[in-house]
T-cell receptor, first 112, second 116 residues
Framework: ELKVEQNPLFLSMQEGKNYTIYCNYS?????LYWYRQDPGKSLESLFV?????AVKQEGRLMASLDTKARLSTLHITAAVHDLSATYFC????????????FGEGTQLTVNP | DGGITQSPKYLFRKEGQNVTLSCEQN?????MYWYRQDPGQGLRLIYY???????QKGDIAEGYSVSREKKESFPLTVTSAQKNPTAFYLC???????????????FGNGTRLTVT
């Protein structure tokens, strides 16, 4: 059974600071996705990482994938309040071919 | 605009009643999915369908049923057999059944079901 673990689960940080969210998974996969969810809302796709060493950046967020370590990171640079949300990573199970397994989510709060 | 429409946004039911959640997409996606979200547990897959008239159980299918009679529609029925149905339900779709390439899952806005 594929397990996806994120840490930290809760993150409170000040504006202007940097931080990294980690996503570990338990089985072979080279397809990993990051999503953002605002309270009471749906999930918005942020990044699609499809190979070892993949790095994607959008604004203050940068995601990377190390398939050998089974690890993805979401790095936040100079955080702003608008980044406050819950961030999920999700891994595509290669063997099943049709389903994503999600981490528990990291609830990020950026304080002014 | 293309997208996924879930209805209703909020739904209240008495225990013991079946209830059906609607999910419609006009993205021409082949694959559709139902996820359940509980606080602190992320999303868990209930059912998914790769093609019309076919669907597979996810990790927590007990107490739920689905149908896929049309490409655009994938309704979810929460039956009275579901022991703890109160949750936030999210429907999603993707171009391919493997959600590969640059085609991540596209999510609807969700239905919040409360059963008392």
């Amino acid at each position: 059974e594929l397990k996806v673990e994120q840490n930290p689960l809760f993150l409170s940080m000040q504006e202007g600071k940097n931080y990294t969210i980690y996503c570990n998974y338990s089985t072979t996969s080279d397809r990993l996705y990051w999503y953002r969810q605002d309270p009471g809302k749906s999930l918005e796709s942020l990044f699609v990482l499809l190979s070892n060493g993949a790095v994607k950046q959008e604004g203050r967020l940068m995601a990377s994938l190390d398939t050998k370590a089974r690890l993805s990171t979401l790095h936040i640079t100079a955080a702003v309040h608008d980044l406050s949300a819950t961030y999920f990573c999700a891994v595509d199970e290669e063997t099943s071919g049709s389903r994503l397994t999600f981490g528990e989510g990291t609830q990020l709060t950026v304080n002014p | 605009d293309g997208g996924i429409t879930q209805s209703p946004k909020y739904l209240f039911r008495k225990e013991g009643q079946n209830v059906t959640l609607s999910c419609e997409q006009n993205l021409n996606h082949d694959a559709m999915y139902w996820y359940r979200q509980d606080p602190g547990q992320g999303l868990r897959l209930i059912y998914y369908s790769q093609i019309v008239n076919d669907f597979q159980k996810g990790d927590i299918a007990e107490g739920y049923s689905v149908s896929r009679e049309k490409k655009e529609s994938f309704p979810l029925t929460v039956t009275s057999a579901q022991k703890n149905p109160t949750a936030f339900y999210l429907c999603a779709s993707s171009i391919e059944h493997t959600a590969t390439g640059n085609s991540p899952l596209h999510f609807g806005n969700g239905t919040r079901l409360t059963v008392t």
